[in-house]
Nanobody
Framework: QVQLVESGGGLVQAGGSLRLSCAASETIFSINVMGWYRQAPGKQRELVADITNEGSTSYADSVKGRFTISRDNAKNTVYLQMDSLKHEDTAVYYC?????????WGQGTQVTVSS
């Protein structure tokens, strides 16, 4: 069982930046993919960005050029650097880990962007 703990959310003005962290309870070497998802009120949860254990990344079109996902295997942590934030980025952000056929989710961290 992999425990994921997100941190770094908060309130920021439009145009500002935040960095989210997702700390795993065990080594992430064995985790195939780690990613960030978000869910805004009344909307479905959507993929924001993910990164494989080989370092390949993918991003939602809405965040390309503004968000950067990275991982620090030594710290068992995945980051999401969010720049040029927009009001529509407001959501609860969740960390997800996939290891073989198992999927793990964090509890989420709120990001609120004021316009």
């Amino acid at each position: 069982q992999v425990q994921l703990v997100e941190s770094g959310g908060g309130l920021v003005q439009a145009g500002g930046s935040l960095r989210l962290s997702c700390a795993a309870s065990e080594t992430i070497f064995s985790i195939n993919v780690m990613g960030w998802y978000r869910q805004a009120p009344g909307k479905q949860r959507e993929l924001v960005a993910d990164i494989t254990n080989e370092g390949s990344t993918s991003y939602a079109d809405s965040v390309k050029g503004r968000f950067t996902i990275s991982r620090d295997n030594a710290k068992n942590t995945v980051y999401l650097q969010m720049d040029s934030l927009k009001h529509e980025d407001t959501a609860v952000y969740y960390c997800k880990a996939v290891r073989a056929t198992r999927v793990y989710w964090g509890q989420g961290t709120q990001v609120t962007v004021s316009s």
